[in-house]
């Protein structure tokens, strides 16, 4: 499995960027993508997650409303989209894989641990 995210870049606060993470290796849809951040100096956080069979998502508070994450499974690419951005955005972005059985009631969990396969991040840079 290979992730490759693009789309990172440098944007003034309350601007917009959108983020991709192309994926390739899976055989089905039985995965989930996330999002997931690290600030200088912080731990890296989960973002957002959603469940490709069927689109489920779950963000972290800090994005809800201001993020989005979608999918488009015929290019097997992940969006993020980011609207309204502060500077404490500012982070590099990775995306992150793992297998979702279908059926799993919950992804959310997948912010926090599971993942198997990482991309080698984007910079997004909110200047004030």
């Known amino acids: 499995v290979q992730l490759v995210e693009s789309g990172g870049g440098l944007v003034q606060a309350g601007g917009s960027l959108r983020l991709s993470c192309a994926a390739s290796?899976?055989?089905?849809?039985?995965?989930?993508i996330g999002w997931f951040r690290q600030a200088p100096g912080k731990e890296r956080e989960g973002v957002s997650v959603?469940?490709?069979?069927?689109?489920?998502?779950h963000y972290v508070d800090s994005v809800k409303g201001r993020f989005t994450t979608s999918s488009d499974n015929a290019k097997n690419t992940v969006f993020l989209q980011m609207t309204s951005l502060k500077p404490e955005d500012t982070a590099v972005y990775y995306c992150?894989?793992?297998?979702?059985?279908?059926?799993?009631?919950?992804?959310?969990?997948?912010?926090?641990?599971?993942?198997?396969?990482w991309g080698k991040g984007t910079l997004v840079t909110v200047s004030s």
């Open positions: 992150a894989a793992a297998s979702l059985p279908y059926g799993t009631a919950f992804v959310e969990y997948l912010l926090h641990y599971g993942m198997n396969y």
């Open positions: 290796g899976f055989t089905g849809d039985d995965y989930a």
């Open positions: 959603i469940a490709i069979s069927d689109g489920r998502t």
